[in-house]
């Protein structure tokens, strides 16, 4: 690809992004406002990082990552993989880990974390092993959810608000997590009204 070719497919990448935004977020209302969005500012750093990660410029991809995460509060490796039309929702505390492979339209809410299930058991894997997930295309992972270590979360798939997935997902698959019960009112043993009374005077 030459350096004239570059250019329109970059603006092009970018103007997808944008458009991406505005169709997911019903809060966003023009494409001025998205360029405040933090997603924004973390998946266009990671594409700069990912591209010096890729050829062999580990320590300034790692920093701009660590700028990235300062600004946004999204932490992505730059040597995950991610697909067109990603979208984080609100962003804060995402963690996206180094061997995690994204699909393309792929939407993750706030305190996802696509991670590793402990370096204890990372460290018995082959030396280049998958540690992190993949994800396929169109899934949606709500909020506070986990999706942890080498499994794959088919496409179409549904991963519900604090959720934990630790095992491989076929496609169209609906993970949530329990809700909560209600229980019987609590006793705080409660000190009676004239009893208060006599112990302020």
């Not at 880990?97 to 939407?107: A, N, S, Y």
């Not at 949530?176 to 229980?183: D, F, G, N, S, Y």
């Amino acid at each position: 690809m030459t350096t004239c070719e570059k250019g329109p497919r970059l603006r092009a990448l970018l103007a997808e992004d944008i458009a991406t935004v505005l169709a997911k977020d019903p809060a966003a209302s023009s494409r001025a406002e998205v360029l405040l969005y933090p997603h924004i500012h973390a998946l266009w750093t990671y594409r700069v990082a990912h591209h010096l990660w890729r050829r062999g410029h580990r320590f300034t991809a790692r920093a701009l990552s660590l700028l990235a995460r300062a600004v946004s509060g999204i932490e992505i490796h730059p040597g995950a993989r991610i697909g067109r039309r990603f979208f984080v929702d609100h962003g804060t505390a995402v963690v996206i880990g180094e061997t995690v492979r994204i699909g393309d339209d792929v939407m993750l809410y706030h305190q996802v974390t696509l991670g590793s299930v402990g370096w204890w058991k990372d460290l018995r894997r082959p030396a280049g092993s998958r540690r992190h997930p993949v994800v396929g295309d169109r899934v949606i992972i709500g909020t506070g959810a986990s999706v942890l270590g080498p499994v794959t979360v088919g496409s179409d798939s549904r991963v519900g608000a604090h959720a934990i997935v630790l095992d491989d997902l076929p496609p169209h698959s609906r993970v949530v997590a329990p809700t909560c019960e209600v229980l019987p009112a609590l006793d705080t043993g409660a000190v009676p009204e004239p009893a208060l009374n006599q112990l302020a005077s």
